[in-house]
């Protein structure tokens, strides 16, 4: 299955219906994308994803400052 979504100016996108549908995602819910070479795929992430993502929160700290936020504010 193929399905097309378009970015917007703040490079969001929306999960075209067929996609949600298949991998039944409701709002809220957490996605992962996987990149592996040129290939990415799009997935719902799952409670080992969460734990992974949230053990790595205290290692980043070094990001967190004024300075950073300003310079990432608009990607």
């Known amino acids: 299955m193929q399905q097309l ?3 917007t100016s703040k490079f ?3 999960i ?3 996609i949600r549908r298949k991998l039944g995602l409701k709002p809220g819910d957490a996605v992962v994308f996987e990149i592996e070479n040129d290939v990415i795929t799009v997935r ?3 409670a080992l ?3 992974y993502a949230k053990s790595l929160e205290g290692t980043l700290t070094e ?3 004024k300075e950073d936020e300003e310079a990432y504010r608009g990607l």
């Open 5 to 7: 979504s378009k970015l």
């Open 12 to 14: 969001q996108a929306t």
């Open 44 to 46: 719902r992430a799952t």
């Open 49 to 51: 994803d969460r734990e």
């Open 16 to 18: 075209p219906l067929a």
């Open 63 to 65: 990001w967190l400052s």
